[in-house]
């Protein structure tokens, strides 16, 4: 291990003696606090890059500024650099490295070193030659394992001392477990401890997931015992068989030749990650649990799945020789193969593994939306300023759409929301009064003209974001309006078209695709629909009321009072020419009703001669 005085100048005649090799260093401040700790396959160009290049983000520039003393200890590969990294981490929890939000003790199945082991959960692992199992993230799961292994295979649960002399002796007496059928009494040589060990061998197989072998040895024994005219006891053998089976089949959810593999993915956003991990043990998820990662600095996507990796593969003890991914990480795993799947059943476990991760994190979010609503509203604006590339968050933003029909009725709709929330209040229509024609280019000028107009003439404040439904013709069109007031470049706008969901920029002619699981996408795509909603309602009133006014009450002596009580009574104009002069003078009264039904129904005039 190297040391170096606090001083910048010696820091940088250090930094020129670093070696080239493998291994892990530790920045430490004036006061000689562990500030942050880091791994690299070559540690002089990685702690080099620190001190030569400029930093975008405020807390790794800080992270500089205060680094007073460096230390590095060399390893022999990458992979021995990620795991030293990771134990540095968890012991020292410097103020700059990745924070794993998970203070768990999980529990072990432990098989006890000793003559006759028990079998039994524990939550604290005592280095005493004893085989310990675990950690089970999924406790219930651990509990319905030990439920069937002493089912399936009887062992004692007392802590006597059950060695040869004692037992020689007849120290013990048989007690309750053995009158109940739990356990077969070795403490007076009922059963001896080479037939005990033959359980404790498969007891571990099921353990590991290794399901078959044991179902192999009960057939065999049920065949031996069958073969002896021993029925009863080829019976209960046979009802072991049954419930491992069982068991079996609720475990299972992909092909049973996957055997021995690790799945992990990752989602992140600006301020955590979220990692999930699966063991997959001959078909089971034997397995599974979810971390999250708070980011400190600038960690990418891979250097956060790398710290997981090691993370996980620790505490499970997990020695799998295959690991599936969602991209290669940039590690050297000696024997360890990473595997991206295209298709079949490990993509489906790779699928499944995603849907756990992005559940975790949104009910994550759901907790801290309910916790610190404002906390949370100010993390999504933040990222979509960031996904948006705006000046500023976009607290307040408005939609437009157009809606017509061939033309008619042209109307638009605006949907506001505050704070990544609707606020129907502010909700507007628009009947388009400047535009003949089905002309959605020159109707969106127009409305957002009027608009903006208002809004300046009343001295309103304006949106931090104008999203427009449309491509680049409905934004150009948007943008000649905000030309006109003056406000091109002072509001963000952006255009969304349907079909892909694709992002459109002022000036900029290809689109953006946001993730499709992004928050960012999710909040422009509901104030869309929300406008397309609203402006849809507005204009079927809008055509209702135009059918009253061309149908109805274009008879002369028919009011649209007369023609709305007669739509009451016959719902559509349809049924209305359908109906007797006398159903509709229910209604309207004898006069009107000959009116209209002489309308519908004109005299049939007599053909020439």
Same mark, same amino acid.
């Given at each position: 291990m190297s040391q170096s005085s606090p001083s910048e100048e010696k820091i940088q005649n250090l930094l020129k003696t670093i070696p080239e090799d493998p291994g892990v260093y530790q920045y430490f401040d004036a006061e000689g606090k562990i500030l942050y700790v880091g791994k690299a396959k070559n540690l002089r160009k990685r702690v080099i890059s620190y001190f030569v290049k400029h930093h975008d983000r405020a807390k790794t520039a800080m992270l500089v500024r205060r680094i007073a003393d460096i230390k590095y200890i060399i390893v022999d590969t990458e992979l021995d650099a990620l795991l030293l990294e990771n134990n540095l981490i968890k012991k020292y929890q410097p103020r700059y490295n990745i924070a794993l939000k998970d203070d768990k003790t999980f529990p072990f199945i432990c098989i006890k070193n000793e003559h006759f082991p028990r079998v039994f959960h524990t939550r604290k692992v005592v280095k005493d030659g004893s085989r310990y199992f675990g950690p089970y993230a999924n406790v219930k799961m651990m509990y319905s394992l030990l439920e069937l292994i002493h089912k399936l295979f009887p062992t004692r649960?007392?802590?006597?001392?059950?060695?040869?002399?004692?037992?020689?002796?007849?120290?013990?007496?048989?007690?309750?477990?053995?009158?109940?059928?739990?356990?077969?009494?070795?403490?007076?040589?009922?059963?001896?401890?080479?037939?005990?060990?033959?359980?404790?061998?498969?007891?571990?197989?099921?353990?590991?997931?290794?399901?078959?072998?044991?179902?192999?040895?009960?057939?065999?024994?049920?065949?031996?015992?069958?073969?002896?005219?021993?029925?009863?006891?080829?019976?209960?053998?046979?009802? =072991?068989?049954?419930?491992?089976?069982?068991?079996q089949s609720k475990s299972t959810v992909v092909s049973p030749v996957i055997s021995n593999v690790d799945v992990y993915t990752i989602a992140a956003d600006d301020e955590s990650a979220f990692v999930n991990f699966f063991k997959v043990m001959n078909g089971a998820i034997v397995q599974g649990h979810t971390i999250e990662m708070k980011k400190r600095i600038e960690e990418s996507k891979e250097e956060l799945l790398q710290m997981a990796i090691a993370e996980f593969r620790q505490r499970f003890h997990s020695d799998s020789k295959e690991i599936i991914v969602q991209f290669i990480p940039e590690i050297d795993m000696p024997g360890v193969e990473f595997t991206v799947p295209q298709r079949g059943d490990k993509k489906k476990l790779l699928e499944l593994s995603e849907r756990n991760v992005e559940y975790y994190r949104k009910e994550k979010e759901r907790q801290q939306s309910l916790i610190d609503p404002e906390r949370h509203t100010k993390r999504v604006l933040a990222t979509m300023m960031k996904d948006l590339r705006l000046s500023e968050e976009p607290r307040h933003i408005e939609c437009f759409d157009n809606s017509n029909i061939q033309g008619a009725y042209p109307v638009a709709a605006m949907t506001v929301f505050k704070n990544t929330r609707p606020s129907k209040k502010d909700y507007r229509h628009f009947n388009i009064k400047t535009v003949e024609g089905p002309d959605d280019f020159a109707s969106m000028e127009e409305v957002i003209y009027r608009r903006y107009k208002r809004m300046l003439d009343e001295k309103q404040e304006l949106p931090q974001l104008i999203v427009i439904d449309g491509g680049?013709?409905?934004l150009s069109a948007a943008l000649s309006s905000l030309e006109k007031l003056g406000l091109r470049g002072k509001i963000g706008i952006i255009g969304i078209a349907k079909r892909l969901e694709e992002i459109y920029y002022p000036g900029d002619s290809m689109p953006m695709y946001l993730d499709k699981k992004s928050e960012t996408?999710?909040?422009?795509?509901?104030? =869309?629909?929300?406008?397309? =909603?609203?402006?849809?309602?507005?204009? =079927?009133?809008?055509?209702?009321?135009?059918?009253?006014?061309?149908?109805?009450?274009?008879?002369?002596?028919?009011?649209?009072?007369?023609?709305?009580?007669?739509?009451?009574?016959?719902?559509?104009?349809?049924?209305?020419?359908?109906?007797?002069?006398?159903?509709?003078?229910?209604?309207?009264?004898?006069?009107?009703?000959?009116?209209?039904?002489?309308?519908?129904?004109?005299?049939?005039?007599?053909?020439?001669?």
């Open positions: 649960n007392c802590n006597l001392n059950l060695n040869e002399e004692s037992i020689l002796k007849k120290k013990y007496k048989v007690c309750l477990e053995y009158h109940i059928g739990n356990c077969r009494g070795p403490c007076e040589g009922l059963q001896t401890e080479s037939e005990y060990d033959k359980s404790i061998t498969q007891i571990e197989e099921i353990i590991k997931g290794n399901f078959g072998t044991v179902l192999k040895f009960l057939k065999q024994l049920m065949q031996e015992y069958s073969g002896k005219m021993e029925y009863e006891k080829a019976e209960l053998i046979q009802q =072991r068989v049954e419930s491992l089976e069982n068991y680049k013709g409905q996408l999710r909040i422009i795509q509901q104030i =869309r629909d929300e406008a397309h =909603r609203f402006g849809i309602t507005h204009h =079927r009133k809008r055509r209702e009321k135009g059918t009253i006014k061309t149908e109805l009450t274009e008879i002369q002596g028919i009011s649209e009072v007369s023609a709305q009580a007669l739509l009451r009574k016959f719902k559509s104009v349809k049924k209305i020419r359908e109906s007797s002069e006398e159903e509709m003078a229910e209604s309207i009264g004898k006069a009107k009703a000959k009116l209209v039904f002489a309308h519908f129904h004109p005299p049939q005039t007599a053909p020439p001669p």
